[in-house]
């Protein structure tokens, strides 16, 4: 028997981004996640950022591209300057393009890595139990729907 190549699978789907603007990918149905998005939204005066819901071809693709599981969105992606952070690094980086005073976030690296990811990794476990769950993506506002892309 031969065994038969894998057929080869774009990697992003067709609808790309423009990868020069900063781009969250997100849990579309946790409560906490979408939050925090909708905090960037508002404090992203100069709307640097474009948003992908972790459950969008886009998000799915990106999250399978920087080896992240699909089933399970227990992480965001930030995706800056080339760069993919995900965690609490994740935040930091957000944070760090939004200016001052949100830079200051920069603090956290100064905890280990093993300590910030056990951090992040308690309340991404447990956020739903937490902040909640939404039956489905929401109909997102004005403001995101104009930089939600995938």
Excluded: H
Aim: net charge positive; charged share 25%.
């Amino acid at each position: 028997m031969i065994d038969l190549p894998e057929p080869k699978r774009p990697l992003l789907p067709a609808q790309a981004y423009d990868a020069r603007q900063p781009l969250i990918v997100f849990d579309g149905v946790c409560v906490f996640c979408s939050g925090f998005v909708q905090l960037i939204v508002n404090l992203d005066r100069d709307r640097r950022f474009r948003f992908a819901t972790a459950q969008s071809p886009l998000g799915e693709a990106l999250f399978r591209k920087y080896g992240l599981p699909t089933g399970d969105y227990e992480t965001n992606l930030a995706i800056i300057d080339g760069g993919a952070f995900t965690k609490l690094d994740s935040f930091v980086a957000i944070m760090a393009v939004l200016g001052w005073p949100w830079r200051a976030a920069k603090a956290l690296l100064l905890l280990p890595r093993p300590l910030r990811d056990w951090l992040y990794d308690r309340v991404a476990k447990n956020r739903y139990a937490l902040f909640g769950r939404k039956d489905s993506c929401e109909i997102p506002s004005a403001e995101l729907r104009q930089r939600l892309i995938g």
